[in-house]
């Protein structure tokens, strides 16, 4: 994880062969940044190269922790960058789910200059 400080976001890299459980370590990582969790950091995610090991049907828990801490998430911005299908459909449907149940807003790019523009827009 690299924070960009005077840009005001956290910018995370996922490559490779991604399982269920690395996606909740880069949370618990990203939970113990103050930047993030009380100064209104956004995130920069970037999924190109990776794959992921799980279904849809296994992200139950990503979903139940993603809403344990909506108090953190309510009103950020998280740009993903992702060039494979399966990360970029999973993203998608994470970004229409976690807009819709608790206020963080996710988008899904392609290139990482569009989603930079968009977290600091």
Known sequence: MEKQAEEGFIEYRHSG???RDEVGKA?????EDE????NKFNLLTDYRGAEFTFSVEDTEPIDEFLHSIKHVLKGKRQAVIADSPFPTALSMLYANKLNKEI?????VFSTREAAIEWLLS
Not at 27 to 31: G, I, N, V, Y
Request: glycine share 6%; proline share 0%; charged share 25%.
């Open 17 to 19: 062969v991604i399982a």
């Open 27 to 31: 949370w618990r990582e990203l939970l």
């Open 103 to 107: 206020g963080f807003h996710v988008k």
């Open 35 to 38: 930047d993030f969790v009380n």
